[in-house]
């Protein structure tokens, strides 16, 4: 099996990406969850925190189906998604609009500006109408479930303990959550996140990003819209939403970096 592969990060999380408008060879493979895996393994396949496959959609510009570097699919990724519509810009698939489809629902997409392989997205994500604040922290969902807690001095936190703790805590359930610390210093937000699905810290997580920002606006009693700048491991993003009802968030946009890092071509003979 001869594979086709290219490799994009947005602020250092980074995905194999796979076009299937026209085959399907990850999709169709008999052991697609295994191969998965096998391609996001940083020893032994290509290496990345997910793999995303762009589909064709009659309604949309594309599809976008995600999946975890365990193998299995995952819920919606938020810089996954920057990075899909890189790639659809890449495949001239779209020039600088998306409208594509996740297993959220629809999403909306703007590429910034451009250099070279480097591109600025800004995506929609979907709405937060419900915040419930547990323990020490708040529990939200914006595309994927969200633990946020803030803390002081997050960088000397051993995240990799604390986040398998909450990621399996049985209040959860079997799916578990993603867990994220967070310390506001000025005007910047630092944020640290533990990815179920990929089980350890990533350089960034989108919805995790997102999640922050309007858990922070939602402890602080803030009104009104609201733009945040952020600091991930990877990189900067910003989240920008309208608030129009205490603990309703809509309008809601991730914004940040999303750049192809290479293509390839893989053989894969012991699938």
Known sequence: MQLSFFKYQGAGNDFIII????TSPVSSHPDKNRLIEFLCDRRFGIGADGLMLLKNHADYDFE???FNSDGLEGTMCGNGGRCLV???NHLEIISHQAKFLAIDGSHKATIDSSEGNSHIVSLEMKDVTVIKPFEEGYLLDTG???????KNDIQSIDLLTLGRTWRNHEVFG???VNFNIAEKSGNTIHVRTYERGVEEETLACGTGITA??????????????QRYELKAKGGDMQVSFENKQPGIYTQIY???PATKVFQGELVIDRM
């Open 86 to 88: 890189a790639f659809a």
């Open 212 to 225: 922050t920002a309007i858990a922070l606006h939602y402890k602080e009693k803030a009104t009104g819209n």
């Open 64 to 66: 976008m189906v995600y």
């Open 144 to 150: 994927s479930p969200h633990f946020v807690v803030f």
């Open 174 to 176: 079997n799916d578990g």
């Open 254 to 256: 991730l914004q940040g």
């Open 19 to 22: 076009d299937e408008r026209e």
